[in-house]
């Protein structure tokens, strides 16, 4: 198993690395996007030691992509799962159709129809593609 393969697998087991990677790209993010070389800089601050080269080569081998055409499921993609693609799109768009309607009952941006917070990034997976709830 290469080191991107044992990396990937840790995100998707690891709830926790998950949630810290995410915020590490957060922080390295500068103008909305994530390069190869930001995820290699957070995949090292987790212990990972993985290449821009890597990552961008473990982009382009197929995969899923959202409607807007971005992969999901990269550790370097605007999408990491389905509920990123979900609070993220730029439609709006809410896995309970239509566009998402924030709660006003809320002190944080909740969609009153599928109850994600909106500003937040997805990093359990509780929607899929079609928009169906994931149980977990």
Known sequence: MTETERFTTALQQDKQLHS?????????????????????????????????????????????TAPDGKSIGCPYEYYLTWT???IRNEQGLCPCGGKHELDGDCS???????????????VVECYDGSGSAVPH
Do not use: F, N
Request: hydrophobic fraction near 35%; glycine fraction near 12%.
């Open 20 to 64: 810290t990677y995410l915020r590490l790209l957060d922080s390295l993010m500068t103008d909305g996007s994530i390069t190869p070389e930001m995820a290699s800089q957070a995949a090292a601050k987790l212990g990972y030691d993985i290449k821009p080269e890597e990552i961008a080569q473990g982009a382009s081998h197929g995969g899923v």
């Open 84 to 86: 990123d693609y979900w």
């Open 108 to 122: 944080g941006k909740v969609c009153k129809k599928c109850r994600l917070a909106l500003d937040e990034r997805g």
